[in-house]
């Protein structure tokens, strides 16, 4: 059956250090993989996509992912995480083309 | 955890048909709901905020007349795609906004697939 599963409910970063989300995924073909960031009160936001190509992939506000089929992952990093980062944070996985599957989600929190 | 039920999960219709979708928070009360579209091998585009017991608030460039969102109760947003054509064949998804005092998330319903012939 085809799932996501984002480990981490929540994590705690210092503002200025490296975050990495963690993101595994179950689908028989090549996935379309994206990373959403939910902020409080707004809608979801895309981060960054991957459909084919280069495996690492460049988004917004810093953020990039590496997609490793070895390890079926799609893992979230930033180098250095700002205070304006704290949000929730999904994985999803195009599945046949039309829908989509959703993890989780990561509670991000950022501490001074 | 909470669950949003989504219903249909598909749907075939005529071309100049109305279909309704109904998301449904299960075990929360959801007093915001937002509606996504998706074409295929796209990300998702927000539609609308829908807020219970007032009117929706759309996205630049989405036709609230076509488009029509209702959220009459804290569980229950429904949107009817009106005088559906083909063009509007896509997948359809909400999400639940659950809060209390400490916390914060979305839920996401399963998508409604929408095929107009």
């Known amino acids: 059956a085809q799932s996501v599963t984002q480990p981490d409910i929540h994590i705690t970063v210092s503002e200025g250090a490296s975050l990495e989300l963690r993101c595994n995924y179950s689908y028989g073909a090549t996935p379309y993989l994206f990373w959403y960031v939910q902020s409080p009160g707004q809608g979801l936001q895309l981060l960054l996509k991957y459909f084919s190509g280069d495996t690492l992939v460049q988004g917004i506000k810093g953020f990039e992912a590496e997609f490793k089929r070895s390890q079926s992952s799609f893992n979230l990093r930033k180098p250095s995480v700002h205070w304006s980062d704290a949000a929730e944070y999904f994985c999803?996985?195009?599945?046949?083309?039309?829908?989509?599957?959703f993890g989780a989600g990561t509670r991000l929190f950022v501490k001074a | 955890g909470a669950v949003v039920s989504q219903h249909p999960s598909r749907v075939i219709c005529k071309s100049g048909t109305s279909v309704k979708i109904e998301c449904r928070s299960l075990d929360f009360q959801a007093t915001t709901m937002f509606w996504y579209r998706q074409f295929p091998k796209q990300s998702l585009m927000l539609m609308a905020t829908?807020?219970?017991?007032?009117?929706?608030?759309?996205e630049q460039g989405v036709e609230k007349d076509k488009f029509l969102i209702n959220h009459a109760s804290l569980t229950l947003s429904t949107l009817t795609v009106t005088s559906a054509h083909p063009e509007d064949s896509s997948f359809y998804i909400c999400s639940a906004r659950f809060r209390d005092r400490a916390n914060e998330k979305l839920f996401f319903g399963s998508g409604t697939q929408l095929s107009v012939l």
């Open positions: 999803a996985v195009g599945a046949g083309g039309f829908k989509t599957i």
């Open positions: 829908s807020n219970e017991g007032s009117k929706a608030t759309y």
